[in-house]
T-cell receptor, first 117, second 116 residues
Framework: DTGVSQNPRHKITKRGQNVTFRCDPISEHNRLYWYRQTLGQGPEFLTYFQNEAQLEKSRLLSDRFSAERPKGSFSTLEIQRTEQGDSAMYLC???????????????FGPGTRLTVL | AQTVTQSQPEMSVQEAETVTLSCTYDTSESDYYLFWYKQPPSRQMILVIRQEAYKQQNATENRFSVNFQKAAKSFSLKISDSQLGDAAMYFCAYRSAQGGSEKLVFGKGTKLTVNP
C-alpha cells in the first residue's frame, strides 16, 4: 500500500501526559498537512509543511502542540500536557505541489484517534 | 475568513436513485477551488470531485457531478444511480487559489444512507 499512513491508529492517554503521532506521506509528495476532526464536525486545519518548512499554522495549534517534518519526509505531531478537549481524530494528508492554476489533491491517511481520560 | 455550510446533516436515498447534497460557502475571493470528499465509516477520506472556480463547466466524475453556481456561492453534489457503497459522510471543502493559504476549509458534513 503506497497511501498515507499514520501511527498509531488509536491512542488512549491520561490527562497531562504527552503524546506523539507519526505520519508517513505518499513518497513523492512534498506537501504535508495535519487536521483535527472532532465528532460530528468536519476536519479543521492545524498546520502545513512544504518539504521541511512549516509554512502555515492555525490558531488552533496552541503552544502545547508542535509539529515537525525534519527531512521533508515523515512528520510528527506532539501534544504536550494533554487535556480532555484534545480528544479527537488527527488526520494527516499529503499532496504534490501542482502546476499553476490547478488544484492539488490532498490524500488523507486513516487518522489517529486520541482519547484523553 | 471563508466558511462552508452543509445544511443537510443527514440524507437518504434508495439504491439506483439520484440524490443531491447541498453546500454553500462564503468568501470574498474570486479565485478558489471547491471539493467534495467522501469518508466511509471507519475508513479514510477520499476525494470525490473538484471544481476550479474559474471554470464555468461543471465537473463530472462518472456517477458524480456538481452544480457550481459561483454568483450564488453554491456547490451541490449529485450522485446518480446510487449504490450501497456510496453510503458515507460527505464533506464539502474550500481552498483559496490566491496564494498564501493551502488549507482546506470543510463543512460539517452530510451523512448519506443508501437503502437497498
Amino acid at each position: 500500500d503506497t497511501g498515507v499512513s499514520q501511527n498509531p491508529r488509536h491512542k488512549i492517554t491520561k490527562r497531562g501526559q504527552n503524546v506523539t503521532f507519526r505520519c508517513d506521506p505518499i513518497s513523492e509528495h512534498n506537501r504535508l498537512y495535519w487536521y483535527r476532526q472532532t465528532l460530528g464536525q468536519g476536519p479543521e486545519f492545524l498546520t502545513y509543511f512544504q518539504n521541511e518548512a512549516q509554512l502555515e499554522k492555525s490558531r488552533l495549534l496552541s503552544d502545547r502542540f508542535s509539529a515537525e517534518r525534519p527531512k521533508g519526509s515523515f512528520s510528527t505531531l506532539e501534544i504536550q500536557r494533554t487535556e480532555q478537549g484534545d480528544s479527537a481524530m488527527y488526520l494527516c494528508a499529503s499532496s504534490l505541489r501542482p502546476l499553476a492554476g490547478v488544484a492539488d489533491t490532498q490524500y488523507f491517511g486513516p487518522g489517529t484517534r486520541l482519547t484523553v481520560l | 475568513a471563508q466558511t462552508v455550510t452543509q445544511s443537510q446533516p443527514e440524507m437518504s436515498v434508495q439504491e439506483a436513485e439520484t440524490v443531491t447534497l447541498s453546500c454553500t460557502y462564503d468568501t470574498s475571493e474570486s479565485d478558489y477551488y471547491l471539493f467534495w470528499y467522501k469518508q466511509p465509516p471507519s475508513r479514510q477520506m477520499i476525494l470525490v470531485i473538484r471544481q476550479e472556480a474559474y471554470k464555468q463547466q461543471n465537473a463530472t466524475e462518472n456517477r458524480f457531478s456538481v452544480n457550481f453556481q459561483k454568483a450564488a456561492k453554491s456547490f451541490s453534489l449529485k450522485i446518480s444511480d446510487s449504490q450501497l457503497g456510496d453510503a458515507a459522510m460527505y464533506f464539502c471543502a474550500y481552498r483559496s487559489a490566491q496564494g498564501g493559504s493551502e488549507k482546506l476549509v470543510f463543512g460539517k458534513g452530510t451523512k448519506l444512507t443508501v437503502n437497498p
